[in-house]
């Protein structure tokens, strides 16, 4: 079945630096890579999602990309803000199947 | 205002003591699951569904029971809770499971003593 490796665990950046989150997955059939958000005591939110028909996908601050060949795909913030500091969850399924999501990873952001 | 809604938001039970926490969605929505999310091991997937009495296992189902009846409603059963089933549970909803987004319930947090 599917596993997905998500690190790091924990990332500290200076506001107004940029952070990188990487997911690796096992199962080549798996087609759909979204990312959630979850604040401190809220429910997780979808922030980006990308197909596997495409490399890279961009909304302002936040973008995404995926190598299919090596399996990974990761989650880039530029410029990031104090409203960026929460639990970011990676996650891959293939449709119609369950959904296998990565540990997450608390980020910090400082200022 | 389209929601996923759980409840109860909080609930204390003993051990053995069966419990139902219930789960609907108002946007009609084909794909719901269940999901528990324990410290450092993220949100994993208990069981879900792709349609009415259609319903198949996550990674993690032993311990627990679903039913869809209904489109809207998957509730979450726990026959005889035991301790190491304290945790956060949350709903989610999806639009046909092929892939789209998922929406979120509030959550309940449970502790079986």
């Known amino acids: 079945g599917e596993n997905v490796e998500q690190h790091p665990s924990t990332l500290s950046v200076q506001e107004g630096d940029s952070a990188v989150i990487k997911c690796t997955y096992s199962d080549s059939a798996s087609n759909y890579f979204p990312w959630y958000k979850q604040e401190l005591g809220k429910r997780p939110q979808l922030i980006i999602d990308i197909r596997s028909n495409v490399g890279e996908k961009k909304d302002q601050r936040i973008a995404v990309t995926l190598n299919k060949t090596a399996k990974h795909f990761s989650l880039h913030i530029t410029e990031t803000q104090p409203e960026d500091s929460a639990v970011y969850f990676c996650a891959a399924t293939k449709g119609g199947d369950k959904i296998i999501f990565g540990k997450g990873t608390r980020l910090h952001i400082l200022p | 205002e389209a929601q996923v809604t759980q409840n109860p938001r909080y609930l204390i039970t003993v051990t053995g003591k069966k419990l139902t926490v219930t789960c609907s969605q108002n946007?009609?929505?084909?794909?719901m699951s269940w999901y528990r999310q324990d410290p450092g091991l993220g949100l994993r997937q208990i069981y879900y569904?792709?349609?009415?009495?259609?319903?198949d296992k996550g990674d993690v189902p032993e311990g627990y029971k679903v039913s869809r009846k209904e489109k809207r409603n998957f509730p979450l059963i726990l026959e005889s809770p035991s301790p190491n089933q304290t945790s956060l549970y949350f709903c989610?909803?999806?639009?046909?499971?092929?892939?789209?987004?998922?929406?979120f319930g509030q959550g309940t947090r449970l502790t079986v003593v």
């Open positions: 946007m009609n929505h084909e794909y």
């Open positions: 989610a909803s999806s639009l046909d499971g092929l892939n789209t987004e998922a929406f």
């Open positions: 569904s792709m349609n009415v009495e259609v319903t």
